[in-house]
């Protein structure tokens, strides 16, 4: 089983989310877009033990101190494999039109659609969710799903950034949609909401 303690980062408010395997100690961030002493201080107190820097997908509010948090650490950043370019593309990940400096790095596991790994003794899979972007993904654990700018509490992201695009994200919407069971979503900005709300009050999943 994963603790979980959500971070407000960025004028966004994005939720920035601390894991830790209760069995192991072992830690994961998930879209560390920009810095928190907070979190940074927790991690300390933890151990240290940060295995992952997650990404759901590669907007500058979710992956601006990722490479700092991982170097500050030694731990391993994450990402789907079509979201890996979005991380040295200042065009991609829009800090060119927001005037931002971000250099350009790369993830250390690039993950496919279905991909499993494991933080400690719990074990994360991955699905591709384009739509907000080209290279969106949601991770799964326990009864959690952690999708980024895919799925909001009664709404879901935008689509007219590059490479959005509204048949992706209907069909990625269909996509969480159809897992079995009910689960605790945490989106990438906003409040927490379940699946089971959304499969009910969601304005486009509803109609899938």
């Known amino acids: 089983m994963i603790k979980i303690k959500i971070y407000k980062v960025t004028f966004l408010e994005t939720n920035c989310t601390y ?3 209760e069995a192991t100690g072992k830690s994961a961030v998930v879209d560390p877009g920009g810095r928190s002493d907070e979190l940074i201080s927790q991690i300390k107190s933890d151990g240290g ?3 992952y820097v997650m990404l759901t997908h590669g907007h500058y509010d979710h992956i601006y101190f990722a490479k700092q948090l991982a170097d500050m650490f030694g731990a391993k950043i994450v990402t789907g494999e079509k979201n890996n370019e979005f991380l040295s593309n200042p065009a991609l990940n ?3 039109k927001h005037s931002l400096n971000l250099a350009p790095f790369s993830a ?3 993950l496919r659609d279905g991909d499993t790994f494991m933080l400690g003794e719990t074990e994360i899979k991955y699905i591709t969710t384009p739509g907000h972007t080209s290279g969106c993904g949601t991770y799964i654990f326990d009864d959690v799903i ?3 700018d895919t799925l909001f ?4 992201g935008r689509v007219d950034l590059p490479t959005g695009n509204y048949a992706d994200m209907a069909a990625s919407l269909k996509k969480l949609k159809d897992l ?3 689960y605790k979503v945490i989106p990438g900005h906003g409040e927490l909401t379940t699946l089971s709300h959304e499969r009910k009050y969601n304005p486009l999943m509803s109609t899938l």
């Open 108 to 110: 250390d596991i690039l």
């Open 19 to 21: 894991l830790v395997d």
């Open 49 to 51: 033990h940060l295995e």
């Open 146 to 148: 952690l999708c980024g």
């Open 180 to 182: 079995d069971g009910d």
């Open 94 to 96: 829009l800090t060119a």
């Open 153 to 156: 509490c009664e709404s879901y």
